[in-house]
């Protein structure tokens, strides 16, 4: 498939004559084009254009092809927008778009979506504290967004009103930029947005000047970032203000083609280098005085710049929270922490059909499209019930006599234990050890369980060992009580040293440390845990190469992420993009012929 053609465009300022009367032309000569995105402010700024706008927003004008704006002020706004909003179609999460009229949508507030396989981020409005419904943003759009742009995946296109303040740092092309301020039309949070997202295109408008400044570099990403700055359309000083592009995928392109860098690339305008010669994101105002961290491995930031008082009263919800079940901003979080879409993510019901009551998918979607009930899921609540456990092993993926099991992904079936290929497995000969009877951890097994275990982790780790590689093991026990399965991860043997550095960090950055112990053998350290464990809280543990036990009991209202050793061996690894599994997901071929290759380190 041919890669998207997009024409960008900045400030509209309501001439939608002109703006489409240019397109003709380019269409012409260079189409044809499948989309618009328009940066700046879209709606008129005086009454005089007002009645040429609405003829295209009520749909008396026809609008020749897919228009897409953020700018969401100026005159007739209010009115408009307000009444759109109130539409029943327009209700919920809809990040592609509220539809105002044929091939005409307003991306409102902050999103992320895919358009002809390109990921589209944008935050719509400039920054404002006086709290107008439509026009600012505000920080929840921002938090939102952040929490957008930490899942998976190259962002392809970034969309904002205004400049990013500095982007002109380091930067050779400035001449056509004399006399402009940086005061005016640019916006430091949008700085910071950008050096975290770090999108391969950023488009903004509001300085009414065409800018196209030389790619620069990314602190921890491989590939480069271009900024287009757009003039206002019609304008007297005949600026340029559509520019077209036909860019890739990132999904879609290969690690060398993503990686290359232009000969004029320059290092980020929003890092600078410190004197160990690392490069570093300037992620805070000039004006904090706190130190900036270069350290991008864990995706629960707590940072000053994250948190936000006020209780979690918004209507929308906190996407941290129902991916891993804890949010790091605690009831600072701006955002719902809702249980019961929680449960339901945990049921297996899509993510985007829960946020945005959609799913882009369709069939390709390994996930479910309507709301679970709980009564089967309730029913395992119910100790010494023969029926409970029934249900159980019916709903849980576990079981081996599920229908939901997938037993493709079966490498091995020992007395208690079998062994079984993850999904999305961060690194080759990445395993699982899951009990064979329905067990809610792996720490309460009768001892004959552990001397099966002891067994294969001994001749799973000699494996590693004849590979230049050591075992991680780590189980996170969840007081909610779904079936155990114990992680194991081999490691490159000269990482091992950072092992317990790296996740007392992780410890650190979530406000706690572990316990810590260090044994002779794998079976006097599990001995120890299990006396450690207690089964009336949630738990935490990893064994690391040289005997040392990492665990933390969880507290009832800890907030504590589901993901976190797979997290940390992702940051580990130079991996951060793999630390959600749902990125690293493989088709069933795939999986099946991994498996039969896994199946050979326990054959005799």
Known sequence: MAPPRILLCGDVLGRLNQLYKRFQSVNKSAGPFDAIFCVGQFFPSSEE??????????????????TYFIG???VGAPKLLSAISRNSANLGFKMDGFKIS????????????????????????????????FGTYGQ?????????????????????????????????????LTGISDSVGSDFVVSELAAEIKP??????????FYAREPYSNSDAVHVTRFLGLASVGNKDKQKFIHAISPTPGSTMSAADISTKPSNTTLSPYTFVDQSGHAKEVTKRPSDSDAVSDSQYWR????????????GDGDKLCFKFIFSGSCPRGEKCHFQHDMDTRDQYLRGVCIDFLIKGKCERGPDCNYKHDFQSEGETNSHKRQGSENANANRSKECWFCLSSPSLESHLIINIGENYYCALPKGPLVQDHVLFVPIEHSPNTLSLPQECESELDKLLNGLE???????KETVLFEYISKRGTHANLQVVPVPSSRVASLKDIFNMA????????????????????????????????????????????????????????QFGREVLAGLLNMPERADWRSCNLNKEEETRVVEKLKKLFEG
């Open 507 to 562: 410890a650190e950055r979530l406000g706690f440390k572990f316990v810590t112990m260090k044994f002779n053998n794998i079976s006097d350290g599990r001995q120890w845990l299990r006396k450690e464990f207690d089964r009336n809280y949630s738990f935490f543990y990893v064994e690391l190469p040289d005997g040392t036990m990492l665990s933390r009991t969880i507290e009832e209202n800890e907030k504590f992420p589901a």
């Open 200 to 209: 391969r295109y950023h488009i903004a408008g509001t300085k009414g000047v």
């Open 102 to 133: 044929e091939n005409l949508y307003w991306l409102r507030g902050s999103g992320k979506f895919t358009f002809q396989g390109l990921s589209v981020a944008y935050l719509s409005g400039r920054q404002s504290s006086g709290g107008q419904q």
């Open 462 to 468: 000699l494996y590693h060992k004849s590979h230049g």
């Open 300 to 311: 629960y930031d707590v940072s000053q710049k994250r948190k936000k008082t006020g209780a």
């Open 140 to 176: 929840d759009d921002v938090d939102a967004l952040r929490a957008l742009a930490e899942e998976p995946g190259i962002v392809d296109l970034f969309l904002t009103n205004e400049w990013p303040s500095g982007v002109t740092n380091r930067a050779s092309t400035t001449d056509i």
């Open 49 to 66: 254009l007002l009645n040429e706008f609405m003829d295209y927003a009520e749909g008396r004008s026809q609008i020749p092809l897919p």
């Open 72 to 74: 969401d002020y100026g």
